[in-house]
């Protein structure tokens, strides 16, 4: 988060920590058996977790690199609250789990959709959690209850990166439709479709300003004005 370090996987167990300054190696990970799957910072930069191809959740202090938690299951997925504290990944076949960072304890389990959930995100303010999944739909979830709150349906395809504005009140899902698509994170109404793309969108992020979106699909990147819709 504070643009010093980036960790990569490159398709093997091994993760590796940068130092963007110079571009020096600064530590290996080693302790997952099969391939990472997908990587994600706390915040606070403090933390890493890692996710692999075998079903491994891992969290690491991300210096000095020690591993101080291990979780088993078939995860996928990975999400952090803004303060670090709490970890969520969805496991198949059924599940989602929210994790203690501090003492790896597991604090909540969330019953999904019976579908399978593809990416997950918390709300800025760790109050909420958002999961979508393989057949087009996306749920709000309460964290301390675990209660099922919203469900949102739009997209035609499998809903493949969901993220929250900084101020929470704005959701944001990408999709292999072509399309993303801007809800209310209170009352679930869908606020604005972005122009449909030919090709699958496979990334999108906010400005630090929350006025802007970058989606990426195919080959080609593109910037939307939030407020307006336009390329």
Same mark, same amino acid.
């Given at each position: ?7 990569? /996987? ?11 300054? %110079?571009?020096?190696?600064? #530590? ?20 890493? !977790? ?11 202090? %991300? #210096? ?88 949102? /349906? ?14 929470? /009140?704005? #959701?944001?899902?990408? %999709? ?8 209310? %994170? ?8 972005? !122009? ?9 992020? #906010? ?25």
């Amino acid at each position: 988060p504070d643009g010093q370090r980036l960790a990569t /996987r490159g398709g093997t167990s091994v993760i590796q920590i940068w130092d963007l300054a %110079s571009g020096r190696e600064l #530590l290996k990970l080693k302790g997952h058996r099969e391939s990472v799957h997908d990587l994600a910072f706390s915040p606070d930069g403090r933390l890493l !977790a890692s996710v692999s191809a075998g079903g491994d959740v891992k969290l690491w202090s %991300s #210096l000095p690199g020690r591993e101080i938690a291990d979780q088993r299951g078939l995860p996928w997925g990975l999400s952090h609250t803004a303060d670090g504290r709490r970890l969520a990944y969805a496991h198949l076949p059924d599940w989602i789990a929210i994790q203690d960072t501090q003492s790896g304890r597991q604090t909540a389990n969330l019953r999904r959709l019976n579908r399978l959930i593809l990416t997950l995100a918390f709300r800025p303010d760790g109050r909420q959690l958002a999961t979508s999944d393989g057949f087009g739909k996306t749920a709000i979830w309460e964290v301390e209850t675990g209660r099922l709150l919203r469900v949102l /349906r739009g997209h035609g395809h499998l809903v493949k990166q969901v993220i929250y504005s900084r101020d929470g /009140r704005r #959701l944001i899902t990408g %999709s292999y439709d072509g399309t993303v698509r801007i809800w209310d %994170s209170e009352s679930g109404q869908e606020l604005r479709v972005l !122009a449909r793309s030919q090709n699958t969108v496979e990334a999108l992020d #906010l400005s630090p300003d929350g006025r802007r979106i970058v989606v990426a699909d195919g080959e080609v990147a593109r910037i939307y004005n939030i407020a307006t819709g336009q390329s």
